[in-house]
Structure formats: structure tokens, C-alpha cells
């Protein structure tokens, strides 16, 4: 099947400084590098868009008209998202800091809609995921056709494009035995509502091909906690759609969160959670940089 190619080079999601209504745009950039500041741009009054019309990102289409970005939001909204495969374990750093060996197969859990989250939203805590809160910084994949038995040279004309994601984890619901049970768990651990922040721009995939030599970086508090290279992943991404679509349909608007690098906070040593407001940034070279601030929520 052909590539179906977004009528985009980058997009956002975004409320006007006019309007109450929720739009897409693709901004307008001086440089890409400006990416990274997106969110200091739409603050200042100084992030302006060419506006798209669609239902979702992948229908939006020009309308000819220019914006001002009044708020910077996520590039999607969680109730288009039918469901998000999450890759375990897949940068080799990380996969050697936990001591295990290097996969044959990728290993593969889910998050719900209702986990995702807009960049800049306060991420809920429940009161019983409080204890061991970690972070993830992670690419993300959207499908732009449903795919099912893709074979690995065709898998990136599935790709519609690329975002910036923050696997938010409870560890303990996640490995201790009294919680998990006898074996880890990942899905409950990590399926809790706002758990899957994502922006804030998507990035099609005819710009940034198979997205295989991008810098990453998780820093909590100003602190470098993550920094990595796309390049060590274990599974790239056309093996992960291909992988993932057999047998079953990857639907059209599905995401792929492709694993995360060394460095998160269960492996520090000793090993360093999250606290009520720490805020998290995850910046990905060539797609821009998510923030988020993590709250507790109240009994």
C-alpha cells in the first residue's frame, strides 16, 4: 500500500489568543532550531501558525489562514488515540543497566487513551502510585493507516510522523511482588490517567525519515537525568511496526512509544523518584522539547 503523507511538515495543537477553539497549525519558523522553544514562543506572544482544518492530524489540511498561539497544547488529543504500544526495554544502555541480555524480540505493553496528555499539563499523581513515580523520555510513533503482517521494508509508510513522549511509571505497581504479583507487570503501572504526556509538535515522517540519529534528553529539575541518540535502540523503528502488525491491525491514529534510554530514576543509586512538582522535560533533536510538572494528588 502507498504512503499516505501528512498535508504537514510539523504541527501543533493549539487554543488561539483570539479564540476558545482548539485548532491545528503548523508553525512558522525562522530556523528548526526553534523547536525546542515553542512553548517560550507561544508564552511571549510570538509563535504564529499557518492554520489546518481537520478532525484529527492526520485529516488536517491548510485553510490559508495565520494565527498567534495563545496556548501551546499536545499534538493530540487522547480520545483519537485508540491505544498505545509501549516498547520495553529497547535502548541497549538501558536494557545493560538493568543487567539483562540484549532482546531477540521486542517486548510490548499498553497504555489506554486516557493516559495521553498535553505538553505543559499537570500530570496527576493517585495517591497510590506516589511512592516510586520514575520518567521515560521517549520517541513516539503515530501509524497513519491501519497495518496488519507489514514487512519491515514497507513499515515507514505506516509512519505519518514523530513526537516527543514521557512514559510516566509507577515502579512498584510495576516489579515489587506484594503489587505486581509474582512476575512485573507493566500495564497497570504505567496505564493511569495523563501517564503518556506527548508534544509538543508532531513531525512527519517525510522530514525526519526513519528517525534513526536524534539526541535525547530527560532532565528533571534543570538536572540531565537521560541523553542518548536514537541510534542505540535495540529494535529501530520500521522493525517495531512490522513486528507489532503481525497478526493484529496497528489502527490508523495509534501510537508506538519506542522505549527509553538509561538513566531513569530506578536505576540511580541509590535511586532517586519523583516528588510532588518536579517538572520533567524531554527534548528530542529535530521535534522539539515536552515539559511537563508531575502533582500528588490529595487523599
Same mark, same amino acid.
Given at each position: 500500500?502507498?504512503?499516505?503523507?501528512?498535508?504537514?511538515?510539523?504541527?501543533? &495543537?493549539?487554543? =488561539?489568543?483570539?479564540?476558545?477553539?482548539?485548532?491545528?497549525?503548523? %508553525?512558522?519558523? @525562522? !530556523?528548526?532550531? #526553534?523547536?525546542?522553544?515553542?512553548?517560550?514562543?507561544?508564552?511571549?506572544?510570538?509563535?504564529?501558525?499557518?492554520?489546518?482544518?481537520?478532525?484529527?492530524?492526520?485529516?488536517?489540511?491548510?485553510?490559508?489562514?495565520?494565527?498567534?498561539?495563545?496556548?501551546?497544547?499536545?499534538?493530540?488529543?487522547?480520545?483519537?488515540?485508540?491505544?498505545?504500544?509501549?516498547?520495553?526495554?529497547?535502548?541497549?544502555?538501558?536494557?545493560?543497566?538493568?543487567? &539483562?541480555?540484549? =532482546?531477540?524480540?521486542?517486548?510490548?505493553?499498553?497504555?489506554?487513551? %486516557?493516559?495521553? @496528555? !498535553?505538553?505543559? #499539563?499537570?500530570?496527576?499523581?493517585?495517591?497510590?502510585?506516589?511512592?516510586?513515580?520514575?520518567?521515560?523520555?521517549?520517541?513516539?510513533?503515530?501509524?497513519?493507516?491501519?497495518?496488519?503482517?507489514?514487512?519491515?521494508?514497507?513499515?515507514?509508510?505506516?509512519?505519518?510522523?514523530?513526537?516527543?513522549?514521557?512514559?510516566?511509571?509507577?515502579?512498584?505497581?510495576?516489579?515489587?511482588?506484594?503489587?505486581?504479583?509474582?512476575?512485573?507487570?507493566?500495564?497497570?503501572?504505567?496505564?493511569?490517567?495523563?501517564?503518556?504526556?506527548?508534544?509538543?509538535?508532531?513531525? @512527519?515522517?517525510?522530514?525526519?525519515?526513519?528517525?534513526?540519529?536524534?539526541?535525547?534528553?530527560?532532565?528533571?529539575?534543570?538536572?540531565?537525568?537521560?541523553?542518548?541518540?536514537?541510534?542505540?535502540?535495540?529494535?529501530?523503528?520500521?522493525?517495531?511496526?512490522?513486528?507489532?502488525?503481525?497478526?493484529?491491525?496497528?489502527?490508523?491514529?495509534?501510537?508506538?512509544?519506542?522505549?527509553?534510554?538509561?538513566?531513569?530514576?530506578?536505576?540511580?543509586?541509590?535511586?532517586?523518584?519523583?516528588?510532588?512538582?518536579?517538572?520533567?522535560?524531554?527534548?528530542?533533536?529535530?521535534?522539539?522539547?515536552?515539559?511537563?510538572?508531575?502533582?500528588?494528588?490529595?487523599?
Amino acid at each position: 500500500m502507498p504512503s499516505i503523507r501528512p498535508a504537514w511538515d510539523r504541527l501543533v &495543537r493549539f487554543v =488561539p489568543r483570539d479564540s476558545q477553539h482548539i485548532r491545528y497549525g503548523e %508553525p512558522i519558523l @525562522a !530556523d528548526p532550531a #526553534e523547536l525546542n522553544n515553542l512553548d517560550e514562543l507561544a508564552d511571549g506572544g510570538k509563535l504564529k501558525v499557518k492554520v489546518l482544518d481537520g478532525e484529527t492530524p492526520l485529516a488536517a489540511t491548510p485553510t490559508g489562514e495565520i494565527a498567534t498561539v495563545g496556548k501551546l497544547l499536545g499534538p493530540l488529543d487522547g480520545r483519537t488515540v485508540p491505544i498505545i504500544r509501549c516498547i520495553g526495554l529497547n535502548y541497549k544502555t538501558h536494557i545493560l543497566e538493568t543487567g &539483562r541480555s540484549l =532482546p531477540s524480540c521486542p517486548t510490548i505493553f499498553t497504555k489506554p487513551g %486516557p493516559s495521553v @496528555a !498535553d505538553h505543559g #499539563e499537570d500530570i496527576p499523581i493517585p495517591v497510590i502510585a506516589q511512592g516510586q513515580c520514575d520518567y521515560e523520555g521517549e520517541l513516539v510513533v503515530l501509524i497513519s493507516q491501519d497495518a496488519k503482517n507489514v514487512s519491515e521494508s514497507e513499515a515507514l509508510d505506516y509512519v505519518a510522523g514523530y513526537t516527543v513522549g514521557n512514559d510516566v511509571s509507577a515502579r512498584d505497581w510495576q516489579r515489587e511482588a506484594e503489587k505486581a504479583g509474582p512476575v512485573p507487570q507493566w500495564t497497570f503501572s504505567k496505564s493511569f490517567d495523563k501517564y503518556a504526556p506527548l508534544g509538543p509538535c508532531l513531525v @512527519a515522517a517525510h522530514v525526519l525519515g526513519d528517525a534513526n540519529n536524534l539526541s535525547l534528553r530527560t532532565i528533571v529539575n534543570g538536572d540531565v537525568r537521560q541523553s542518548a541518540n536514537t541510534s542505540d535502540l535495540c529494535f529501530s523503528v520500521a522493525r517495531l511496526v512490522a513486528f507489532c502488525s503481525q497478526g493484529q491491525t496497528l489502527q490508523k491514529g495509534s501510537l508506538i512509544m519506542t522505549g527509553t534510554p538509561g538513566g531513569v530514576g530506578l536505576f540511580m543509586k541509590p535511586p532517586v523518584f519523583l516528588q510532588d512538582g518536579d517538572e520533567v522535560v524531554v527534548e528530542i533533536e529535530n521535534i522539539g522539547r515536552l515539559r511537563n510538572r508531575v502533582v500528588f494528588e490529595k487523599d
